[in-house]
T-cell receptor
Framework: GQSLEQPSEVTAVEGAIVQINCTYQ??????LSWYQQHDGGAPTFLSY????GLEETGRFSSFLSRSDSYGYLLLQELQMKDSASYFC??????????FGTGTRLTVIP | DTGVSQDPRHKITKRGQNVTFRCDPI?????LYWYRQTLGQGPEFLTY????????KSRLLSDRFSAERPKGSFSTLEIQRTEQGDSAMYLC????????????????FGQGTRLTVV
């Protein structure tokens, strides 16, 4: 089967750095995406890694290690508006985007 | 084009009734996905279209569920004989075809249709 494991909850202080980990087990793997979802909102794309290494997009960075079946999302200079759920998602074939169960991030003052 | 739109945003139905949801993807996107999301969970893949062809269906998709994309543009998802367990947010997403293996084909999601079966 397919599984993507993430911590269920993370709390961090405004201005700090937080890392959200994702380990995956899939049949077929093309890359790992990260999505943000605020309560009541739609998932929105943050980052994608097809190759090993770090991808940086502003305050957000994402890392992938295919050999370890592991990735993480790094959020820097945390802001209150970053409080949301964060999902890793594996592209497991040409067609499917398989989501993890999500990490609820709470940013506190 | 303002993105992926879904209609209706909310639907309350009695158990046993049929419901149909519509999704209008971003116009130049070939790929269209349907997902189901329950509270506290990630989106669960239901089905995928490339243009008008339904190329993949999840085993989660029982025979009460059917999806179409007749002209390769908008899509409909129908649930027959609804059950209380069908209550969830139904999300539609679209994405372009990849130009290369490295090319990200991020999925753009609509706001979803929240179904409540009473």
């Amino acid at each position: 089967g397919q599984s993507l494991e993430q911590p269920s909850e993370v709390t961090a202080v405004e201005g700090a750095i937080v890392q959200i980990n994702c380990t995956y087990q899939t049949s077929g793997f093309y890359g790992l995406s990260w999505y943000q979802q605020h309560d009541g909102g739609a998932p929105t794309f943050l980052s994608y890694n097809a190759l090993d290494g770090l991808e940086e997009t502003g305050r957000f960075s994402s890392f992938l290690s295919r050999s370890d079946s592991y990735g993480y999302l790094l959020l820097q200079e945390l802001q209150m508006k970053d409080s949301a759920s964060y999902f890793c998602a594996a592209r497991t074939g040409a067609n499917n985007l398989f989501f993890g169960t999500g990490t609820r991030l709470t940013v506190i003052p | 084009d303002t993105g992926v739109s879904q209609d209706p945003r909310h639907k309350i139905t009695k158990r046993g009734q049929n419901v149909t949801f519509r999704c209008d993807p971003i116009s130049e996107h070939n790929r269209l996905y349907w997902y189901r999301q329950t509270l506290g969970q990630g989106p669960e893949f239901l089905t995928y279209f490339q243009n008008e062809a339904q190329l993949e269906k999840s085993r989660l998709l029982s025979d009460r569920f059917s999806a179409e994309r007749p002209k390769g543009s908008f899509s409909t998802l129908e649930i027959q004989r609804t059950e209380q367990g069908d209550s969830a947010m139904y999300l539609c997403a679209s994405s372009p075809l990849p130009g290369s293996r490295k090319t990200n084909t991020e999925a753009f999601f609509g706001q979803g249709t929240r179904l409540t079966v009473v």
